[in-house]
């Protein structure tokens, strides 16, 4: 193990770090469309993630997610976290749906999907970050499972011309 011959306040570090992992997180042209489209269609979205409250407010900033979502969500604000039932359920009174109208689209099978599905959730829709990734356990067999979010714009009568 080798020594460091000076002290870096952890603020510091932790400000770098933050910088560095935030430089590439965005919230691309198509997505911001199609969140653009699906609000001008009438639909009210919300966002639901897990973590830590600062780091998850701090994405949510970088990425200008509360232009988009009339409900945000963050775990570590709350009693629950996902696949707790609870956690959707109060997306679903926030956003005053309820949960048999309502769908979740996620990445995660362990806590979007399954999530989804113990708060009966009308549907499921599952985007793999890795496209060789298989469900494997039924209570985590999404209703639907899509290649990426663009899937979604003619499932909810979205035109390619409104996310282009």
Not at 16 to 25: A, D, P
Not at 120 to 147: H, K, Q, V, Y
Request: proline letters at 8%.
């Amino acid at each position: 193990m080798c020594q460091i011959p000076f002290t870096i306040p952890p603020e510091e570090v932790y400000e770098v770090w933050k910088k560095l992992r935030y430089t590439y997180m965005t919230l691309d042209g198509p997505a911001a469309n199609l969140l653009t489209a699906l609000r001008k269609h009438n639909y009210t979205i919300g966002l639901i993630t897990n973590g830590p409250s600062r780091s998850q407010w701090e994405k949510i900033a970088q990425i200008g997610a509360e232009d988009y979502f009339d409900s945000i969500l963050v775990s570590g604000d709350l009693n629950c976290v996902k696949p707790q039932p609870e956690i959707f359920h109060l997306a679903c009174q926030q956003l005053n749906v309820h949960p048999n109208k309502s769908c979740m689209i996620g990445d995660k099978l362990e806590t979007d999907i399954l999530g989804g599905k113990l708060a009966g959730l009308a549907a499921t829709f599952w985007i793999p970050l890795n496209p060789l990734e298989r469900a494997s356990c039924s209570d985590e067999m999404p209703n639907f499972t899509i290649e990426s979010l663009m899937d979604l714009a003619p499932i909810f009568g979205i035109s390619p011309e409104e996310i282009r």
